[in-house]
């Protein structure tokens, strides 16, 4: 296990829940990613914040809401979500973005198995 | 669209072998690579970074960056059953602003 935790490890939910994922890390960093993982696709990104500010926006559905209510903390709040949205969601964290070379060491958390029926 | 390719395999080698994975990219202005292992299962763990043309060793392990080729690569030498796991290739690109992740390389090393 890494310095990020992610509950829950697995969600089922229907196509009219909602439901909320979450990441916790403790590493001390002041950057927080979503990212999605599909079988057999590269990891997309879904979100970025940064200090607390989203940063990117990478075209995704409003079904998913993210949320950071500081910098140790970050939350995705899932609505009306459709069956291919089923996949693994990791969250990662990173010292900051671009300030330094190895701003961009990011550490995932365990992921959230996301099975929509 | 900047991409990061890489054989998706799977690459099979014997126990004690070396297993040589390869990756490329395509925006020029790329400064920091990295490489994820990811077990079956399981989150990416990051494992090497190198941020400049050469050879970085750590372990078992070495990665390879050759910036004009636009081409990193990750060595594992004396490689165990307990290396078998897809590896991805992430690289920073400046342009792009984020990690680009490749598909990975599926990697069996068979006792």
């Known amino acids: 296990e890494t310095g990020v935790t992610q509950t829950p490890r697995h969600l089922v939910m229907g196509m009219t829940n909602k439901k909320s994922l979450k990441c916790e890390q403790h590493?001390?960093?002041?950057?927080m990613y979503w990212y999605k993982q599909s079988a057999k696709k590269p990891l997309e990104l879904m979100f970025v914040?940064?200090?607390?500010?989203?940063?990117e926006n990478n075209s995704v559905p409003s079904r998913f809401s993210p949320e950071c209510p500081n910098s140790s903390h970050l939350f995705l709040h899932l609505h009306t979500l459709q069956p291919e949205d089923s996949a693994l969601y990791l969250c990662?964290?990173?010292?900051?973005?671009?300030?330094?070379?190895?701003?961009?060491?990011?550490?995932f958390g365990p992921g959230t198995r996301l099975t929509v029926t | 669209q900047k991409e990061v390719e890489q054989n998706s395999g799977p690459l099979s080698v014997p126990e004690g072998a070396i297993a040589s994975l390869n990756c490329t990219y395509s925006?020029?202005?790329?400064?920091?690579f990295f490489w994820y292992r990811q077990y079956s299962g399981k989150s990416p763990e990051l494992i090497m970074s190198?941020?400049?043309?050469g050879d970085k060793e750590d372990g078992r392990f070495t990665a390879q960056l050759n910036k004009a080729s636009q081409y990193v690569s990750l060595l594992i030498r004396d490689s165990q059953p307990s290396d078998s796991a897809t590896y991805l290739c992430a690289v920073y690109g400046g342009s792009q602003g984020n990690l680009i992740f490749g598909k990975g390389t599926k990697l069996s090393v068979k006792p």
């Open positions: 590493l001390g960093h002041n950057a």
């Open positions: 925006d020029r202005v790329s400064q920091s």
């Open positions: 990662a964290s990173s010292q900051d973005r671009g300030r330094t070379i190895t701003s961009y060491e990011q550490y």
């Open positions: 190198i941020y400049s043309n």
């Open positions: 914040y940064s200090l607390e500010e989203r940063v």
